[in-house]
Nanobody, 128 residues
């Protein structure tokens, strides 16, 4: 089973920026659709963004559109989530996960996963 490791979280002021990263030690992310999810205290985990297997498709939750950008660097075996204009409500633990994509050509990634095992995540706190 693919093990994913998140990093890059931290404390940032409202309006600030942060970039979180997702890697797969000992394995490759090449050809795998990856998504970012977040979970705030007392709330369910929800999809934030996804990128298809070779980066041709991306999608975002309405709450982050225009502020967050997902990207992948297969040479570095890393998927990034650049978060700009951060808001208090972005405070959460951020997880990356193998995501679902359509079987269409080209494929379209979806903000959902069938995976049940999650990594530790990385905490993002937006506070003044």
């Amino acid at each position: 089973q693919l093990q994913l490791v998140e990093s890059g979280g931290g404390l940032v002021q409202p309006g600030g920026s942060l970039r979180v990263s997702c890697t797969a030690p000992g394995a490759t992310l090449d050809g795998i659709t990856i998504g970012w999810f977040h979970q705030a205290p007392g709330r369910d985990r929800e999809g934030v963004s996804c990128i298809s297997d070779y980066g041709g498709s991306t999608d975002y939750a309405d709450s982050v559109k225009g502020r967050f950008t997902i990207s992948r660097d297969n040479a570095k075996n890393t998927v990034y989530l650049q978060m700009n204009s951060l808001k208090f409500e972005d405070t959460a633990v951020y997880y990356c996960q193998v995501n679902v994509q359509t079987t269409s050509v080209p494929p379209v990634c979806l903000l959902r996963t069938f995976e049940e095992n999650w990594g530790q995540g990385t905490q993002v706190t937006v506070s003044s």
